[in-house]
Every structure is written in structure tokens, then in C-alpha cells.
């Protein structure tokens, strides 16, 4: 029997397709338009004999014409592929296509690799149809976006172009675990019970199931049935072969057609979409890649901030003059069009998109900010501060600081079972269980076990574009346990807001296909990814930086056991320590971009280290 996701969860994810309110401006008013020819309910054969359900939209006229595909779970039927009609105004025949074992289509949903096969063989079958020309193109967000890249490396010589959205580029790394390790139990688990509750039983509306044990029968509690798909992910935690054979990374050399992508700063799969362009740019591929403020869902407006009306681009008719540019134009005319790499980004703060040709940016200088305290970081209430200057060297504005005294360690204790709550960030994939973006810190850092060290006000605007990275020496009192890092604005009044953070798995702090625990209370240098983005901290604004071990439940509890996470269900309290003396220069390493005339960037150094930062 198929497994249909709850009718409301259609509703909620067609918004991310591309809302209508991104798109009803440049579709206007087609009342003078002739109406589409609409061909209902065809069957598409692929090569083992399944056939898919579509639905065909043609412009009315001679034809034939090129076609743009979109392939979806979430039933092409759904109220949010309405908004792919606006191609066919433009002159594009539009094929709307349940994946396999979805709607109207046979067969097992199953890996993600299957999409590229079908992919390919519904490529084949709509260049043969009458109305066709031959050439292709797909359009489509999230799991739509990641179909687009695996019918790419199938190389089919009719597909001319993809523009993948908020897809990223990894199974492990975008939609499984975090590049520390740990994993995103509420992308996952909340994803697969709204599309995989059994129709005889009632979707749950509460997340209590996040807080089961063991994490590996999880599905249960959800779901009421066993889910091979959660219990994979959960029976692979590291990066093994499992996860290589379902990346699209490792595969980009393969991918020829030109590519427009898009994705968001508060998105989970931000690193991974920023991650294709490097690599597809590194090899002078036709890449051209925007990055926006906003969340798996671009419409959804953030309580705390407003990124002003330049925000959200014109997405439809971007991808309309991609199409244009590679599916209409003759092949002499494609072939004499030098190409550069292009990725435009959103500056929040300013709130202006600019130019760039590389990620991350070529004149970034990587400056760290050192953490420093008297041993009494605990909570906003305390005594951490950020130091432009390590320790022993003069720094102004530390008034916390002793004459002479020798930064003493922090330490806090983590208890999984009164984890610190996620509050913000780049969450997946229902806003309203897991609401997203720079949401303020405050009830976080009213809290024993969150350590917070803050600069002093700004004197000029500081521009941060790039990887954020913690530099930590660290102990513990667990052989394997999790440390978090956030970084935060703190405007003049006091609020406190996110703008990216990261999570690492201690065990995974070498290499996430080589679990190595770690010596109680032995001091150790790890490196937190705290993720990316493109922010101006204004004058007067101070930085923060908030050290914890949990974000729950965006990232599964460590239950600070060296067995598998999955199995375990002894809930182990942690003692944590994090040093920040001149033999251990803790320190959170900022993307700096300078001020430029010719970049455009809004940002002005305050007395800042010119050099790649160095920790030892």
C-alpha cells in the first residue's frame, strides 16, 4: 500500500516550491493570454517497466517547444506547482511528474539515487513527444532541487539546464548530520512523520517522539511502524560508503549542463549549495548562484528582522532567462558566450546583493576574536569577554581583566536531559516546530550551562562574508560528548540575534569516517563549523559568541557514552571545561571582508589583524 503524506503537510511544503508571493508579481495578469492546453493524468514508462503520472502544459500555438521538468514527492497536483504555469507564458511546454512510489505513480519511493534514472528516462520521453524540440530544462526547490543534480550526472544529451534550489550537495552533510557529526534529528525525524505516517494512523502534532530513547527506535514512537529511511541514516552516524554512494559532491565533475542555483543564508543547506558553486566554478562550469536571507522557505518573514523589499529576487524570471539563455538560443551562439562563474549575495545589514566570482572570497582576511574571562562565563551574566588582541597583549575595553591575572578556565555541566533549546538558525524544515533565522538569544543565554563572551561596542561597521569558524581547547569529563558555537549581534539595546552557529561531535573532531574518542578531562583543540554567511555588524553593535553542547532539538542530544548514540539510552551529565590562556588561545575566527571601492563592501576594519589568523 502507498504511504501519502497528510494533506496538510502538502499545503505547508508547496510554499517552498517558490511561494506565490514571490512569483504572482511576474506572472501579472494573463487575462489577454490564450489558455495553456492541458493534457491530464499520462503515464511515462521508465526502463524497468514502472511507469510515473504527469500532467503536460503546452502554450496554445505551433509548436514544438523546449519543456522544463519538475519532479516531486509533495504530488504534482499540489497547490504550490501551480506557480511552474508561468513558463508556459513564456513559450516552455511544462511537465509536472510524481516521483516514483508517490501520487499517481508506481513503484517504491525509495533513495534518493533513484531519481537520476527516472530523471533521465523522463527526459527521453518528453524529448520524443510531438510538442517537444528536444530540449529540456528543470526547475524545482529541496527535494526537487536534489532530483535536478541526479538527473544531471546521468549526462543525457537533451537536458540543457537545471536550477536546483535550497538542494545542496550532500545526503550526510545537508540532510543527515551536521559537519561535526551530530545529527539533525528534527530535520529528519519531523520530515519523515509528515511524510510517512501510515494512512490508517492520526499524524502527530507534538514533537515528543524528538525526545525518545533509543534514538534508533524513534521511527515507533513517531509513526507507529518501523521506517527503513530513518533507520539508515541512524545506522550509518559517520561518513562511510553508504553516504558517498548517495553524494552528489563526489560527482560534479560529471555534471556538463549550466546551472543556475539558489539558496538561503538560514537554509540547512546553505554550505552545501555554496559548496556546488566552488567546486563546479573551480572547473569552469556555466555556474551562476544566489544566496539570499531567508530560510528553506523564502517568503517566510523572520519576527526579528526585516531584510528590506531587495530581499527575495525575482526567482521566476531569473530561471525564465536561464532557460532563455541556454534552451533558445542556437548552439553557435551558446558556444561564443564566454561564461564567468558568478555567485550574488545578500549583505544583510545593508541589505544589498553584490557581485562575487569565488567562495570563499579571495580578499577575506580570517581574524579571530580570543575568548577571555576570570572563570565566570556562565550566562550573559558573566564575565566573557571577545579580545581582538590574545592574551598578554594590550586590549582595550577588557575591564573584566585583573592587572596580571592569568585567565582562569570556564567550566559548565551538561545534562542531556535539560538540553539547551534551539532557538533560531538554519533549521528544516517546518517553521512552525522548528521556527528559523536570527531569533533572539536572550532565554538561551539566561542559562548555567551556555558560556558567553562579548566584544566591546564597535567603533566602525565590520563586514563577516564567509565560513565562521570556533578554535576551542576543550576538556571533558565524558570520553565522547558534543560542543556548540554561536555566533550572535548584540544591538545597542541589548538584543541579542543570531547569525550562524555549528555543532561538533567530539568523537568526530578528526575525521567524521574515523569515530576517536577522548581522554577524560584531557584538554583538546577541536574545530567548530559554525556555518556561513554574509552579515555587517554595525558601529556600537558588539559580537558574541555563545559556547554550549546541545541545540536540541535541531541536533540529537550526545548522551556523552562511547556507544552509538542511536542505542543508547543512559542519560551521562558532562563537566565542561574551555581554556582560553596564552597556552591555549580559544578564539571564534570572523571572515573579515575589508572596505573596498571596487567590492562594494560595506565593512571597515577596527583595528584588526591583516593576516590569515593563526591558532596554534
Given at each position: ?10 499545503i ?6 517558490v ?21 491530464l493524468?499520462?503515464?511515462?514508462p521508465?526502463?524497468?517497466?514502472i511507469?510515473?503520472a ?26 504550490g ?77 537533451h537536458?540543457?539546464?537545471i536550477?536546483?534550489?535550497?538542494a ?24 519523515l ?107 517566510l518573514?523572520?519576527?526579528?528582522r ?7 529576487p ?32 545578500f ?31 556562565n ?15 594590550p ?5 573584566h ?17 535539560n ?48 565560513p ?6 576543550v ?6 560528548t ?37 581522554k577524560?578531562?584531557k ?8 556555518g ?28 556523552n557514552?562511547?556507544?552509538p ?5 543512559r ?46
Amino acid at each position: 500500500m502507498q504511504i501519502k503524506p497528510n494533506f496538510i503537510f502538502q499545503i505547508a511544503f508547496a510554499a517552498l516550491l517558490v511561494p506565490a508571493s514571490v512569483v504572482v508579481a511576474q506572472i501579472g495578469s494573463r487575462r489577454s493570454e490564450p489558455p495553456i492546453e492541458e493534457h491530464l493524468g499520462l503515464s511515462i514508462p521508465m526502463r524497468d517497466g514502472i511507469h510515473l503520472a504527469a500532467d503536460v502544459f503546452l502554450p496554445r500555438g505551433s509548436g514544438p517547444w523546449p519543456a522544463i521538468l519538475v519532479r516531486t514527492p509533495y504530488s504534482r497536483k499540489s497547490y504550490g506547482m501551480r506557480s511552474y504555469r508561468y513558463f508556459v507564458y513564456r513559450q516552455y511546454a511544462v511537465v509536472l511528474e510524481d516521483v516514483r512510489g508517490r501520487y499517481g505513480s508506481q513503484g517504491v519511493f525509495g533513495s534518493i539515487d533513484q531519481e537520476g534514472a527516472d530523471g533521465s528516462d523522463t527526459i527521453n520521453w518528453i524529448a520524443a513527444q510531438p510538442w517537444s524540440n528536444g530540449r529540456v530544462a528543470m526547475a524545482g526547490s529541496s527535494y526537487l532541487g536534489m532530483a535536478q543534480w541526479w538527473a544531471a550526472v546521468e549526462n543525457n544529451p537533451h537536458l540543457a539546464a537545471i536550477t536546483p534550489m535550497d538542494a545542496g550537495d550532500d545526503e550526510y552533510l545537508d540532510r543527515s548530520y551536521s559537519p561535526g557529526g551530530a545529527l539533525q534529528l528534527g530535520h529528519r525525524l519531523i520530515w519523515l512523520t509528515q511524510n510517512f505516517t501510515p494512512p490508517s494512523a492520526v499524524r502527530r502534532r507534538d514533537t515528543a517522539y524528538l525526545r525518545h530513547l533509543p534514538l534508533l527506535t524513534a521511527d515507533e514512537a513517531a509513526v507507529g511502524t518501523v521506517l527503513p529511511q530513518w533507520r539508515d541514516i541512524l545506522n550509518h552516524p559517520s561518513y562511510d560508503q553508504y553516504w558517498r554512494k548517495l553524494s552528489i559532491r563526489d560527482q560534479l565533475e560529471r555534471v556538463q549542463v549550466p546551472v543556475l542555483s539558489f539558496g538561503g543564508w538560514f537554509d540547512a543547506y546553505a554550505e552545501g549549495d555554496l559548496d556546488a558553486f566552488s567546486r563546479l566554478a573551480a572547473q569552469g562550469k556555466a555556474i551562476e548562484t544566489w544566496i539570499g536571507p531567508w530560510w528553506h522557505n523564502p517568503a517566510l518573514k523572520f519576527p526579528t528582522r526585516d531584510f528590506g523589499p531587495l530581499a527575495i529576487p525575482a526567482i521566476r524570471s531569473k530561471q525564465a532567462a536561464w532557460f532563455d539563455r541556454w534552451l533558445k538560443r542556437s548552439r553557435e551562439d551558446r558556444n561564443a558566450d564566454l561564461f564567468r562563474p558568478t555567485l550574488h549575495i545578500f549583505v544583510m545589514g545593508p541589505n544589498i546583493w553584490r557581485e562575487e566570482h569565488e567562495w570563499p572570497l579571495a580578499r577575506t582576511r580570517y581574524t579571530p576574536l580570543y575568548l577571555a574571562s576570570n572563570g565566570r562565563a556562565n550566562s550573559a551574566s558573566g564575565d566573557g569577554a571577545l579580545l581582538w588582541k590574545p592574551l598578554g597583549e594590550p586590549n582595550p575595553g577588557r575591564s573584566h581583566e585583573r592587572p596580571g591575572a592569568e585567565d582562569s578556565p570556564d567550566t559548565f555541566v551538561y545534562d542531556p536531559a535539560n538540553p539547551v533549546p534551539t532557538t533560531g538558525g538554519a533549521t528544516c524544515c517546518d517553521s512552525r516546530l522548528l521556527p528559523p533565522g536570527p531569533l533572539e538569544q536572550t532565554r538561551v543565554e539566561e542559562r548555567q550551562d551556555v558560556l558567553v563572551y562579548t566584544s566591546a561596542p564597535l567603533a566602525h561597521d565590520l563586514e563577516v562574508t564567509g565560513p565562521v569558524h570556533a578554535i576551542l581547547y576543550v576538556a571533558t569529563s565524558a570520553n565522547d560528548t558534543d560542543f556548540t558555537a554561536k555566533l550572535v549581534d548584540v544591538e545597542p539595546n541589548g538584543r541579542p540575534l543570531l547569525v550562524t552557529d555549528g555543532i561538533l561531535r567530539l568523537r568526530y573532531r578528526v575525521s567524521l569516517n574515523r569515530p576517536l574518542f577522548v581522554k577524560r578531562n584531557k584538554p583538546y583543540r577541536i574545530d567548530i563549523d559554525a556555518g556561513v554567511t554574509s552579515y555587517v555588524f554595525a558601529a556600537g553593535h558588539r559580537i558574541r559568541l555563545e559556547v554550549a553542547s546541545s541545540n536540541f532539538p535541531r541536533f540529537d542530544r550526545n548522551l556523552n557514552s562511547t556507544r552509538p548514540n542511536a542505542l543508547e539510552t543512559r542519560l551521562t551529565i558532562a563537566r565542561q571545561t574551555v581554556f582560553h590562556d596564552a597556552r591555549h588561545p580559544s578564539a571564534v575566527i570572523l571572515p573579515v571582508i575589508p572596505a573596498s571601492s571596487t567590492s562594494g563592501a560595506p565593512a571597515r576594519g577596527r583595528d584588526i589583524p591583516n593576516e590569515r589568523a593563526h591558532i596554534p
